[in-house]
Nanobody, 122 residues
Framework: QVQLVESGGGLVQPGGSLRLSCAASGSIFSIRDMSWFRQDPGKQRELDARITNSDNINYADSVKGRFTISRDNAKNTVYLQMNSLKPEDTAVYYC????????????????WGQGTQVTVSS
């Protein structure tokens, strides 16, 4: 059973910072991409940042220069450092991992964390 456990969300003032963490555990052979998404009620889930197993990184334009994604492969953990937070960053943030559970299965499956609430308000 693969699980992605998120932490680090909370309430922060505009201009403040938070660091989100997401640790993958369970039956995991390898992890390819790890990503962070955001979602407001009634809205589509949007990609904020993605990091590959080769440390190639992509950011959404709205967070470029403010957010930094990183990963610790030994811990199967992805981080999102969020700086200069704005009220419009308020959302539920989800981590995602594209992983393979078996060494003989060449297909990767995507898994989601439970989401963590980030609220930016004065």
């Amino acid at each position: 059973q693969v699980q992605l456990v998120e932490s680090g969300g909370g309430l922060v003032q505009p201009g403040g910072s938070l660091r989100l963490s997401c640790a993958a555990s369970g039956s995991i052979f390898s992890i390819r991409d790890m990503s962070w998404f955001r979602q407001d009620p009634g809205k589509q889930r949007e990609l904020d940042a993605r990091i590959t197993n080769s440390d190639n990184i992509n950011y959404a334009d709205s967070v470029k220069g403010r957010f930094t994604i990183s990963r610790d492969n030994a811990k199967n953990t992805v981080y999102l450092q969020m700086n200069s937070l704005k009220p419009e960053d308020t959302a539920v943030y989800y981590c995602n991992a594209d992983l393979r559970k078996s060494p003989v299965d060449g297909l990767f499956q995507t898994y989601w964390g439970q989401g963590t609430q980030v609220t930016v308000s004065s």
